[in-house]
């Protein structure tokens, strides 16, 4: 079981939009609709953003959406603002009904 | 609201086994969800460890199975995640969450557990 390839780092400025990749197997990512991802600032839990690869919890903002195609899902925040500035993690679900998170990628809001 | 919170020793000795338990407040363990634990060694991503079925269905992460025990107590609400053979690979705040729905959509505060003699 491989950890899902995120970018390590992206950025942006303020009012820009940014996409965060996400690319997993046949087995994972290219075989469910079961891509999540969450949101975590330094020294806090996950915080659920996407579910169903393009769904969002009530409370959670439209700037947020999520995309798939292939074996790569997309995390896309449009209209960045500081308090985007976190670590990003995609999930999804595996045919040997097991859970894989990519290995994170830092967002810094310039 | 539902609210997750872990407990258990912040210190444990290697080759010993890791304890940790997550009280659930605001739903019960009994219901349709699934139970999860996930891991995060200091500085770096994600670990989904395993999660369990108040049927009593379990799944774990292939690289831990044989260290891994994952119970539900539906009597004291709660469920909770054993670890053996530990070393200082194992190091990480440990987090409680709720899965159901394919997604992970509550989670506990975490717990920082540190292997060392």
């Known amino acids: 079981q491989s950890a899902l390839t995120q970018p390590a780092s992206v950025s942006g400025s303020p009012g820009q939009s940014i996409t965060i990749s996400c690319t997993g197997t046949r087995s994972d990512v290219g075989n469910y609709d079961y891509v999540c991802w969450y949101q975590q600032h330094p020294g806090n839990a996950p915080k659920l953003l996407i579910f169903d690869v393009s769904h969002r919890p009530s409370g959670i903002s439209h700037r947020f959406s999520g995309s798939k195609s292939g074996n790569t899902a997309s995390l896309t925040i449009s209209g960045l603002q500081a308090e985007d500035e976190a670590d990003y993690y995609c999930?999804?679900?595996?045919?040997?009904?097991?859970?894989?998170f990519g290995g994170g990628t830092k967002l810094t809001v310039l | 609201q539902v609210q997750l919170q872990e407990s258990g020793p912040g210190l444990v000795e290697p080759s010993g086994t890791l304890s940790l338990t997550c009280a659930v407040d605001?739903?019960?363990?009994?219901?349709?969800?699934?139970w999860t634990w996930v891991r995060q060694p200091p500085g770096k991503g994600l670990e989904w460890i395993g999660e369990?079925?108040?049927?009593?269905?379990?799944n774990y992460n292939p690289s831990l199975e044989s260290r891994v025990t994952l119970l539900v107590d539906e009597s004291k609400n709660l469920f909770s995640l054993k670890l053996t053979s530990v070393t200082a690979a194992d190091t990480a705040v440990y987090y409680c969450?709720?899965?159901?729905?394919?997604?992970?959509?509550?989670w506990g505060q975490g717990s920082l557990v540190t292997v060392s003699s």
């Open positions: 605001g739903a019960s363990v009994s219901g349709v969800n699934w």
């Open positions: 999930c999804s679900y595996s045919s040997t009904s097991t859970w894989v």
């Open positions: 969450a709720r899965g159901g729905g394919y997604r992970f959509d509550c």
């Open positions: 369990i079925h108040p049927s009593g269905r379990t």
